[in-house]
């Protein structure tokens, strides 16, 4: 089946740096692509929603200057935490739909632990 | 707005009794998708199956079963003669119109299976 790859899988950073997590499509095109993040014990929750070629959609109660989404390509997306703090440390988790009507692909999820 | 309920937080089984994980889900739409995932302590999705709405069908796959009843907008899953193996948390999802939309995960299912 088609992969989705995330990286890095885990990052450790001091408060107040940016970090940039990547979401790749392996070996399938991916015009949208959708962002995640679950604290620990809780569910998944969606954040935004990542489109080639436009601006990322974000979810109610998100901040989209401090969640960066560029969704570079066809099989890249990036989520950038800007200025990073402790309340971020989150497992962040990105999907791509494939081309049947029911197919959804999940990373890996990458930890995201802020000092 | 759709919505998915896992009413059981936690579960904790012995080793071969069987066991059933409920989901309870809203939606306005004629079309949608449900999933179950099961996410091991290392935090990478495991899909386990999807269904839409117009196929009612109960399916098993070995120890695993499913339980898709429209009438009571329910897609249970069973587990039967339970391993350790299968201690997980285990997610209920749900997507509208198709099953390339951005899921709605239910709050999980903590299953402990005790040698």
């Known amino acids: 089946g088609a992969v989705v790859s995330q990286h890095p899988s885990w990052v450790i950073c001091k408060s107040g740096t940016s970090v940039k997590i990547e979401c790749r499509s392996l070996d399938f095109q991916a015009t949208t692509m959708f962002w995640y993040r679950q604290f620990p014990k809780q569910s998944l929750m969606l954040m935004a929603t990542s489109n080639e070629g436009s601006k990322a959609t974000y979810e109610q109660g998100v901040e989209k200057d401090k969640f960066l989404i560029n969704h570079a390509s066809l099989t890249l997306s990036t989520l950038t935490v800007t200025s990073a703090h402790p309340e971020d440390s989150s497992f962040y988790i990105c999907?791509?739909?494939?081309?049947?009507?029911?197919?959804?692909?999940f990373g890996p999820g990458t930890r995201l632990t802020v000092l | 707005a759709q919505k998915v309920t896992q009413a059981q937080t936690e579960i904790s089984v012995v080793e071969k009794e069987d066991v059933t994980l409920d989901c309870v889900y809203e939606t306005r739409d004629t079309t949608y998708y449900l999933f179950w995932y099961k996410q091991p302590p290392s935090g990478e999705l495991v899909f386990l199956i999807r269904r839409n709405s117009f196929d009612e069908q109960n399916e098993i796959s070995g120890r695993y079963s499913w339980n898709f009843q429209k009438s009571t907008s329910s897609f249970n899953f069973t587990i039967t003669a339970s391993q350790v193996v299968d201690s997980a948390v285990y997610f209920c999802a749900l997507s509208e119109d198709t099953g390339r939309r951005a899921l709605t995960f239910g709050s999980g299912t903590r299953l402990q299976v005790q040698p």
């Open positions: 999907s791509a739909p494939g081309w049947g009507l029911d197919e959804q692909f």
